[in-house]
């Protein structure tokens, strides 16, 4: 069947060359356009080019046609939906080709936002893409329109994109299928899925029940409760490390509260004369049966200065840190400013990392992150492991810590510096603020005497990923106070550029696709 598509693409393409008044379409010719979905057109040289393209497509992605019935060819040749502009095709064509590829979210995004749909020749490459990225399924479907509804139903591998359905009954269904059937019922019906589950737990494989776990950690609610405190008891460490991770992520679980009553015992704030508080710490010096269930390992040692401290770290990053702000009385900045006091602040700060990163804390993830940025001159500090903060940041709390860090910073950003890891890492969108503070720091870095191209070589990164995430209306801002004069400025011309040019893509492309 691919061998005809490819046959009869050739055979198109050598009569668009010759002209139709040399070659005439064969009777075959038109039967495959067709079967196309592409009924006979007045203009024959349209009807051609249109049929290329398309063949050129399926080619691409290895689609194989259908004979469409009656019907189908009716039904996708009627549909009247308003697709994007050929300017936006032609973006489009120039993101898929790779010169500007990560910019297809963004080209999604805003497809969607202004109720257009895909070109119907850029499917079949776009559904195979899908198939291998969920992230990117889940912007694709908005724009596809009913044409390209149709069109997944006609190939095996597309239709697994779609809505799964399962039929099979709970107890007869195989484990792939009754995670499925657990994670739709939870959503509809939270009380019946617990009781589908507990059901069939004790018959379950010890992956399995974690499979499950994870997949009720998705729609995490206070009914789970009760049988994950069951599960504090089971044999296998794998499902009572996992219940413990639920049941800390739970607002005001009982684990949470017995945990911090644990840790009142051991500490004592202290006042002291013309000083700040300052909190002391006892360790644990037994570890008995309750905190063992309640995930206490006795024999781990993942923070510094021993076993009883590793218990101590241990505890406090299963309390959520919102606690910690009540207890005291403080905001989560002083909080973490008593913790650093302490004999033990290295410790409590890392736990505390732990602790907001298991939460998702936002105003913890600032204090954090900033304390991490203001410190990393200090030597105390340098261990200091921050970047599971990085993840998945919040827009708002990216830019604050981002901003906060740039207003802070004299000269180059060290390459190994949190501020710099930040932005490299971090997928948020910068706010105009920040885009300009760290423009204008590269800029004054170029233009200085002192510079060496190789310096800066951490910024080409930055560069590269603030050509996706700053505001493309800022181009034209940005493209002036370059130092060309520099006697390094041929070592950074091309990056640059690329930086410009990406933006100048995205300011059109975003402009076409608001057109009506």
Not at 90 to 96: E, T
Not at 423 to 428: F, G, N, P, V, Y
């Amino acid at each position: 069947m691919k061998q005809k598509t490819m046959d009869l693409e050739k055979e198109l393409v050598r009569i668009a060359l010759v002209g139709t008044q040399r070659s005439p379409l064969s009777d075959e010719c038109k039967t495959g356009l067709d079967n196309l979905g592409l009924p006979e057109a007045e203009n024959s040289e349209d009807w051609i080019l249109k049929g290329a393209a398309i063949l050129s497509q399926m080619n691409r992605a290895d689609f194989k046609p259908i004979q469409l019935s009656v019907n189908d060819k009716v039904e996708a040749t009627l549909l009247d939906e308003k697709v994007c502009s050929p300017t936006s095709i032609k973006h489009l064509y120039m993101i898929v080709d790779g010169a500007f590829e990560n910019a297809l979210p963004e080209f999604l995004f805003n497809l969607a936002k202004h109720k257009k749909c895909l070109p119907p020749e850029t499917l079949p490459h776009l559904l195979d893409l899908s198939l291998t990225s969920s992230e990117l399924w889940g912007q694709l479907k908005k724009s596809i329109g009913k044409r390209g509804g149709w069109l997944i139903h006609q190939n095996p591998d597309w239709e697994r994109l779609t809505e799964r359905t399962v039929n099979t009954p709970w107890d007869e269904a195989s484990n792939d299928e009754r995670l499925f059937i657990f994670e739709k019922t939870r959503k509809k019906n939270p009380t019946k899925a617990l009781e589908m589950l507990r059901e069939t737990w004790s018959s379950e494989s010890v992956n399995q029940k974690v499979r499950f776990l994870k997949v009720l950690d998705k729609s995490l609610k206070k009914d789970a409760e009760p049988f994950l405190e069951e599960l504090l008891d089971a044999r296998r460490k794998e499902v009572r490390r996992t219940a413990v991770q639920l049941l800390a992520k739970l607002p005001d679980s009982s684990l949470s509260n017995r945990m911090f009553e644990r840790m009142k015992g051991l500490m004592t704030l202290k006042k002291r004369n013309h000083k700040k508080e300052k909190l002391e710490i006892k360790l644990p010096e037994k570890l008995g049966n309750d905190m063992i269930r309640d995930g206490i390992d006795p024999r781990v040692q993942w923070f510094k200065g021993g076993v009883k401290a590793s218990r101590l770290g241990q505890m406090v990053a299963l309390i959520p840190p919102k606690m910690w702000a009540e207890h005291f009385k403080m905001t989560p900045e002083e909080v973490v400013e008593l913790f650093v006091r302490s004999d033990w602040g290295e410790l409590l700060i890392q736990a505390m990392v732990e602790a907001t990163f298991l939460h998702k804390n936002k105003e913890w993830t600032r204090a954090l992150l900033s304390f991490r940025i203001s410190s990393s001159d200090r030597q105390r500090w340098q261990s200091l492991n921050v970047s599971r903060l990085m993840d998945d940041l919040p827009d708002d709390v990216f830019n604050a810590v981002a901003i906060k860090g740039m207003k802070n910073t004299e000269g180059l950003l060290e390459e190994n510096s949190p501020i710099t890891q930040l932005l490299k890492t971090s997928a948020s969108l910068w706010q105009d603020e920040l885009t300009m503070l760290v423009v204008k720091n590269l800029q004054d870095w170029l233009a200085g005497e002192s510079s060496r191209y190789w310096n800066g070589w951490h910024y080409r990164t930055i560069l590269k990923k603030a050509a996706y995430t700053c505001n493309p209306l800022l181009h034209d801002k940005l493209s002036n106070n370059w130092p060309e004069e520099s006697r390094i400025w041929s070592s950074w011309e091309r990056e640059i550029e690329e930086f410009l040019s990406t933006l100048f893509f995205r300011k059109k492309m975003i402009k076409a696709l608001s057109i009506s």
